[in-house]
T-cell receptor, first 112, second 110 residues
Framework: DADVTQTPRNRITKTGKRIMLECSQT?????MYWYRQDPGLGLQLIYY???????NKGEISDGYSVSRQAQAKFSLSLESAIPNQTALYFC???????????FGPGTRLLVL | GEDVEQSLFLSVREGDSSVINCTYT??????LYWYKQEPGAGLQLLTY?????DMKQDQRLTVLLNKKDKHLSLRIADTQTGDSAIYFC??????????FGAGTRLTVKP
């Protein structure tokens, strides 16, 4: 089983709809992250959480919100989706003393 | 300018060596990373180097770090068609605030 899972893997929605992307991990890591990937731009950090009670904005948090329901779960919400939020979204986790992040398989989102 | 820069495309022949280059701006970066992304998949950590090292070798992969010039490279020896992917350079300061380049798409031709 994968250590970091994301659901759904693909989603098509319409402008103005609220949607939620879920991330779960079995690695026991404290830190979790949400990124978006756009062609030619690499990954941009949306939000991150260092533990259940800690939520921080990243570079591009406008239009997004997150919820850390438990150590193993970190969800990303688009309150009112817009077309320029069409992108590939990645969740990542990191242990407190570890040097690197571990990524989920990604969620491909299309906003019409 | 961007925090981490890398060229967008590289094409090599099977069996040749590939060299992917990256520059970064944060002189306080403590870790430099190379990730590989295959089509439809997430990012997979290939290797990383601590900023007080200048070289790290792992089988076919060699990472070179020039801290003075803030330049990082990834050399893949004997490149295979399975190495075709997008390679991301990233930097972080004390395991926090990871910054990614835009990715280099490596195409390996038979």
């Amino acid at each position: 089983d994968a250590d970091v899972t994301q659901t759904p893997r693909n989603r098509i929605t319409k402008t103005g709809k609220r949607i939620m992307l879920e991330c779960s991990q079995t690695k026991g890591h404290d830190r979790m992250y949400w990124y978006r990937q756009d062609p030619g731009l690499g990954l941009q950090l949306i939000y991150y959480s260092f533990d259940v009670k800690d939520i921080n904005k990243g570079e591009i948090s406008d239009g997004y919100s997150v919820s850390r329901q438990a150590q193993a779960k970190f969800s990303l919400s688009l309150e009112s989706a817009i077309p320029n939020q069409t992108a590939l979204y990645f969740c990542a986790t990191q242990g407190r003393s570890q040097e690197t992040q571990y990524f989920g398989p990604g969620t491909r989102l299309l906003v019409l | 300018g961007e925090d981490v820069e890398q060229s967008l495309f590289l094409s090599v022949r099977e069996g040749d060596s590939s060299v992917i280059n990256c520059t970064y701006t944060d002189s306080s970066s403590t870790y430099l990373y190379w990730y590989k992304q295959e089509p439809g998949a997430g990012l997979q950590l290939l290797t990383y180097i601590f900023s007080n090292m200048d070289m790290k070798q792992d089988q076919r992969l060699t990472v070179l770090l020039n801290k003075k010039d803030k330049h990082l490279s990834l050399r893949i020896a004997d490149t295979q068609t399975g190495d075709s992917a997008i390679y991301f350079c990233a930097s972080s300061r004390n395991n926090n605030d990871m910054r990614f380049g835009a990715g280099t798409r490596l195409t390996v031709k038979p």
